[in-house]
């Protein structure tokens, strides 16, 4: 039960964050330029924090001989990435954050090989592993496109909290948070896309745990229709 609710953390922050993004820019005279410029250094304030305090944190080492990219790392290139999309009408950023959301887990059977350039972004993007720079052994402990996906649905979801119809507001985030939980329960029980599969087993709550396993690394398809619909509902609340 507590690593479920620790799994709500990282997906609420990233779309919290992008929602924020949104609201930044209704303040500002030049709302795309203004917000984006925003993204862009806060994100790269995040990714250098991860590199150094944090990850110091974590190995006590410095200079490092192992780096991690973990969650703060993931929001700050998700930020980076949001300056980018956020210049595109919409419902482009809505369809690209659906696309890649929905979509990113088509990519789990590729394997990018080697040591070069292709196989460090494969890992930065989508899968978990290891790569070197100047002796200094790097973890993707949080691959990002996933995140890029979920900031970009965060932005998106802003325009209900410009709205001043709270009541509206309210109802969108139950309609939402409602059709993410349904669609997690048939996707997840199809057991086709979306994670690894799970088994029915002996004892009941054995096979419903099995059911809510879902992977977080990088964080599939039924991980965040699960979290983020939670998470819709609390903030509905």
């Known amino acids: 039960a507590a690593r479920m609710l620790a799994h709500l953390c990282a997906p609420v ?19 795309r330029r203004a917000t984006s410029a ?4 806060r994100g790269a304030f995040l990714v250098l924090l991860e590199l150094t ?9 410095f200079p490092p001989s192992v780096v991690y990219l973990q969650v703060i790392w993931a929001i700050g290139i998700s930020m980076i990435a949001l300056a980018g999309l956020l210049w595109l009408p919409r419902r482009a950023v809505i ?3 659906v696309a890649v959301v929905a979509g990113h887990n088509l990519l789990d059977g590729i394997e990018v090989g080697g040591s070069g350039l292709a196989h460090t972004l494969w890992l930065v993007l989508h899968e978990r592993g290891w790569f070197e720079i100047a002796g200094v052994r790097i973890r993707t402990s949080y691959p990002v496109l996933p995140w890029i996906g979920v900031i970009a649905l965060g932005y998106a979801a802003g325009a209900w909290y410009a709205n001043a119809d709270a009541d509206a507001r309210r109802r969108g985030l139950v309609l939402a948070g409602a059709m993410l939980l349904a669609g997690f329960v048939v996707i997840r029980a199809l057991n086709g896309y979306g994670d690894a599969p799970w088994q029915a087993h002996d004892h009941a709550l054995t096979t419903v745990m099995g059911f809510l396993n879902v992977t977080k690394y990088p964080p599939s398809l039924l991980f965040l229709m699960l979290t983020l619909g939670v998470g819709a509902l609390l903030l509905a609340l």
């Open 38 to 41: 925003f993204l862009l250094k």
């Open 13 to 31: 922050f990233v779309f919290l964050t992008g929602i924020s993004a949104f609201l930044y820019g209704r303040r500002q005279a030049d709302p």
């Open 53 to 61: 305090l944090v990850n110091f944190a974590w190995t006590a080492e």
């Open 95 to 97: 369809a690209i954050g």
